[in-house]
């Protein structure tokens, strides 16, 4: 028998089919190998107090071992979810490792168990790297920073959490490391004294309280909980105050305070460090109070007490309860805990990866806030969430219609952000006209901004799917290939995308939309194409298409490539006017955007978004305004010797704004133009004002 079937014998009471599992597993011919590393994530689970299934099923993972008798279907579910594939390697894209990591979290959402267990195998991974780093190394060790770390401590496994951020430390940043362990140690003796010192004047308080079951223990601050503190509040070492701590452990809260105050009436506290946890818990349930006093050293010195229960809490996070309990009755109740995972995954469907691992990041590093509905429902935020996030949590419609709000009885605005205990009700309107983009720029949580962005995409899908076949065709020409040879069923298999799409109208909406980059599909048929033909001059071809993709009439006057009936608006940073040279730009739920081709906002868009656009010339009709900016002396009879001169000359004022700017007047002329031509004549009319210094078109 090897040490991992005694390991499994003695950690777990195992019925005799049990056993026979064990055995047949633990005997398999790759255990040597992996012995070391099976034996010390085993251990940490069991220490964890994981169940016998989960615990199986990881050795068999680790193994390879493949089932093929009769066994317990909790075992085959956690297997199955484990040996998942993810596979960051070095040379891929970050979309590559997105999407590694999105599938990841599709799979560890179906089992809080298997988090834990990723989680620790990637503790024992990270633990033997060595330096100088390999590429993948370093980049498995970001991920592991900013969201596997920050995922731990959200399920509340803050002792997990820091040993995964003291080894992205010690890696990432290893001088920084090596001083930071240098300098606790030249205080290591003086520590200990201390503690020895402040641990016996406890025990006393203790015996005088009669809690006989009272329970007193050290800890060090982790090394990246200490840097974190150093680089985020500017502190030195010196005034980190809870550098070390002592833990007193009770029975019940009345305890927890009675200590307290006999800690106060012999040591003096300091000031604004005496926090309590239990009366107000941390977002991720921790509960207990902390005090900082003056120890016999003159130094501080932190002191935490809490209860038992508390403590489990403390190290368990969420699976507290359930590690004490009947597990498999309570499992149910446990997943349940990490439904704000779950909402996360459900709520970024139409995300891209990248996208959705940026929400990832920015819901697990949050804080989180409580709010109430007015019949006392509670609801959770992240910070920084608004009124409209609150809406969007009640409903899509009543997000959707929603036109106010009342704050703690108050009306406030949609953008109000919301406070730990505020009561908010919301005020809808079946007359609302619906969600606007702007509402993007409001809203804090991806619940709310899928819930906006499902409104635009479903609302506008035949739009987006026009859009969509344009993009894609546009960058296929933009390759120098043919859109008619490629866009066939042949090379748009769905089956080779990693994305889930049902039909192509479903890809080309998302492409249309902006939920998946059109370069990557394109990058896809393209490659299918390649492979089963030579490259060859299709400069021929392209000709071909550009009569046989005859760019089509739109009702506003511009001819956009590829189909007549898309939304056209006109950008205001530039306002084309019919003859100017221009681009359209693809935005997402908004149809196409018209720019002048020399618009200086250009170089700050996505490039495979702009199309072909042109003035249709059998449209004269058609008017624009376009803005003008006159720098002129400051006098009373200016604007109307301006307002005169536009009359006399045959132009429409739409709009008239002057400010007095030192010793000059500023003046925003809104005008109402043809074409190219009229806007010529407006600025010379302007400038041969004799008073007029400067005259020139707004956004030129």
């Known amino acids: 028998m090897n040490k991992l079937q005694n390991l499994l014998r003695q950690k777990f009471d195992l019925s005799d089919t049990d056993k026979k599992l064990v055995d047949k597993i633990c005997v398999h011919e790759f255990m040597t190998l992996k012995e ?38 909790d075992i085959l579910k956690i297997y199955k979810t484990l040996c998942d594939v993810f596979v960051i390697s070095e040379g891929m894209t970050s979309q590559g490792q997105a999407d590694e990591i999105r599938k ?25 790297y060595q330096l100088p780093l390999k590429k993948e190394q370093k980049q498995n060790l970001i991920n592991i920073k900013d969201i596997f770390a920050p995922l731990a401590e959200r399920l ?103 200590v307290l105050g006999k800690i106060h009436s012999i040591y003096k506290p300091m000031e604004g460090r005496i926090k309590d946890y239990i009366a107000s818990p941390k977002s991720n349930g921790y509960q207990s109070l902390h005090t900082t006093i003056i120890a016999e050293n003159k130094r501080p010195l932190e002191i935490q007490i809490r209860t038992f229960e508390m403590h489990k809490l403390a190290e368990f996070g969420i699976f507290a309860h359930w590690l004490y309990k009947e597990k498999k009755n309570n499992l149910n109740e446990l997943d349940k805990k990490i439904s704000w995972l779950r909402e996360i995954m459900d709520s970024s469907k139409e995300l891209s990866s990248e996208e959705f691992i940026n929400t990832l990041k920015t819901n697990l590093c949050e804080g989180q806030i409580y709010v109430q509905t007015p019949k006392g429902k509670v609801l959770e935020f992240v910070e920084g969430a608004t009124v409209l996030d609150f809406a969007y949590a009640i409903h899509s419609d009543v997000g959707n219609f929603c036109v106010g709000a009342k704050v703690n009885g108050k009306i406030k605005p949609l953008s109000t952000k919301l406070e730990n205990g ?12 619906g969600p606007s983009k702007d509402w993007l720029k409001i809203v804090a949580t991806n619940n709310a901004k899928s819930k906006i962005n499902s409104f635009f995409k479903h609302e506008l899908k035949d739009e987006n799917i026009r859009m969509g076949i344009s993009m894609l065709e546009q960058v296929i020409k933009n390759k120098g290939l043919s859109p008619s040879k490629l866009l066939t069923d042949k090379y748009l298999d ?114 495979e978004r702009l199309i072909d656009a042109m003035w249709d010339d ?13 720098i002129s002396e400051n006098y009373d009879g200016f604007l109307a010797r301006l307002t005169q001169e536009m009359i006399s000359t045959g132009f429409k004022i739409l709009g008239l704004e002057s400010k007095v700017v030192g010793d000059k007047a500023h003046t925003i002329l809104k005008i109402e133009v043809h074409k190219r031509d009229d806007v010529t004549k407006v600025i010379n009319a302007i400038r041969d004002i004799s008073q007029v210094d400067e005259v020139f078109r707004v956004g030129s």
């Open 36 to 73: 070391d590393k099976i034996i010390n994530i085993v251990n940490n689970l069991v220490n964890f107090r994981l169940d016998f299934n989960s615990v199986i099923a990881y050795v068999a993972y680790e193994l390879g071992y493949k089932f093929d008798d009769i066994v317990d279907d």
């Open 104 to 128: 990841m979290f599709i799979a560890m959402s179906s089992d809080v168990r298997v988090i834990v267990i990723r989680l620790y195998i990637m503790l024992y991974d990270i633990s033997m």
């Open 156 to 258: 509340g496994l803050n002792s997990l959490k820091s040993e995964l951020e003291d080894y992205c430390l010690k890696f990432l940043s290893p001088k920084t490391y090596e001083n930071l362990a240098n300098s606790v140690m030249l205080q290591k003796d003086e520590n200990e004294k201390q503690i020895n010192i402040t641990k016996q004047k406890l025990l006393e308080i203790l015996k005088e309280l009669n809690l006989k079951n009272a329970v007193i223990m050290a800890r060090q601050k982790h090394f990246s909980s200490i840097y974190k503190k150093i680089k985020t509040k500017g502190e030195n070492l010196a005034n980190i105050y809870d550098l070390i701590a002592l833990r007193v452990l009770v029975d019940d809260v009345d305890q927890c305070y009675a």
């Open 422 to 433: 505020d009561i908010v009700e919301i005020i809808t309107s079946q007359n609302s006209k």
């Open 494 to 607: 769905l089956d080779q995308f990693k994305y889930v799409f049902k039909t192509k109208e479903e890809l080309f909406a998302a492409i249309g939309y902006g939920s998946v980059p059109v370069n990557n599909i394109c990058n896809k048929i393209c490659q299918l194409y390649e492979q089963e033909n030579r490259l060859e001059n299709i400069s021929s071809d392209q000709n071909e298409n550009k009569s046989s993709l005859l760019i089509k009439k739109n009702k506003d006057g511009i001819l956009v490539d590829g189909d007549s009936g898309m939304l056209i608006r006109y950008a205001g940073c530039c306002t084309p006017v019919y003859g100017e040279e221009i681009v359209g730009y693809i935005s997402r739920g908004r149809g196409v955007t018209i720019h002048r081709k020399q618009c200086s906002n250009l170089k700050y868009l996505e490039q």
């Open 618 to 630: 059998s449209v004269t009709s058609k008017t624009t305004s376009v803005l003008v900016k006159i």
